[in-house]
């Protein structure tokens, strides 16, 4: 293995080595024939896929497949609900850049749903798993375990808890429905406001 290329500290545009011993992989570029490091990290060589590396000292976290994210519903369509996504649900890291994603109508609950008004509304914060990261952001809430986790009165604003028969108001005690996740009212809300994560 090259000295250039050991796993060592590196500074952006710090060479690692030449296109012809490595292929450039995250967090690297080439250029004229030379790879170079695109971030503050440590450097690492795959032998196998003869590929150099770099893995950011502070990496942002990224929307992919798979992942569980806090959202807040911002907008009801007929078809699809628009959010705002707050955090990562593992890390409970900001999402970078105030990323936008969407659940569609199929995918708010298991078995037909006749209207996205029944199972959110505008302030919710859901907790729901990315089914597509690129390149929009999708979302399901079919689950049990996912769905809407901090919920307000849409008559008073109050903080609205789980009941027998739904979601009860605290400050007016009118009652709602909702696609709830499991672990509502588990969470500390969301200052939808200010867009900040559960703790």
Same mark, same amino acid.
């Given at each position: 293995?090259?000295?250039?290329?050991?796993?060592?500290?590196?500074?952006? &545009?710090?060479?690692?080595?030449? #296109?012809? %011993? $490595?292929? @450039? +992989?995250?967090?690297?570029?080439?250029?004229?024939?030379?790879?170079?490091?695109?971030?503050?990290?440590?450097?690492?060589?795959?032998?196998?896929?003869?590929?150099?590396?770099?893995?950011?000292?502070?990496?942002?976290?990224?929307?992919?497949?798979?992942?569980?994210?806090?959202?807040?519903?911002?907008?009801?369509?007929?078809?699809?609900?628009?959010?705002?996504?707050?955090?990562?649900?593992?890390?409970?890291?900001?999402?970078?850049?105030?990323?936008?994603?969407?659940?569609?109508?199929?995918?708010?609950?298991? &078995?037909?749903?006749?209207?996205? #008004?029944? %199972? $959110?509304? @505008? +302030?919710?914060?859901?907790?729901?798993?990315?089914?597509?990261?690129?390149?929009?952001?999708?979302?399901?809430?079919?689950?049990?375990?996912?769905?809407?986790?901090?919920?307000?009165?849409?008559?008073?604003?109050?903080?609205?808890?789980?009941?027998?028969?739904?979601?009860?108001?605290?400050?007016?005690?009118?009652?709602?429905?909702?696609?709830?996740?499991?672990?509502?009212?588990?969470?500390?809300?969301?200052?939808?406001?200010?867009?900040?994560?559960?703790?």
């Amino acid at each position: 293995m090259s000295e250039q290329t050991s796993e060592r500290f590196v500074m952006p &545009g710090e060479l690692l080595g030449t #296109a012809e %011993e $490595f292929v @450039p +992989g995250p967090g690297t570029y080439e250029d004229g024939g030379r790879v170079y490091a695109a971030l503050l990290g440590h450097s690492h060589v795959d032998p196998a896929a003869r590929a150099v590396s770099v893995q950011a000292v502070h990496g942002i976290p990224r929307i992919a497949t798979g992942d569980l994210v806090y959202a807040r519903v911002d907008e009801l369509k007929s078809q699809m609900a628009i959010c705002t996504i707050l955090a990562s649900a593992t890390t409970r890291r900001s999402a970078p850049g105030v990323p936008e994603g969407t659940v569609h109508i199929s995918r708010a609950k298991d &078995g037909y749903t006749d209207s996205l #008004a029944d %199972e $959110f509304a @505008p +302030g919710d914060i859901l907790l729901a798993e990315v089914i597509q990261g690129h390149p929009s952001i999708k979302l399901t809430t079919a689950p049990p375990e996912l769905g809407v986790v901090a919920a307000r009165c849409q008559s008073c604003h109050g903080m609205l808890s789980a009941g027998s028969k739904g979601l009860v108001c605290l400050r007016c005690g009118a009652t709602e429905r909702r696609k709830q996740s499991r672990s509502y009212g588990l969470l500390r809300p969301v200052d939808s406001a200010h867009g900040s994560p559960p703790h």
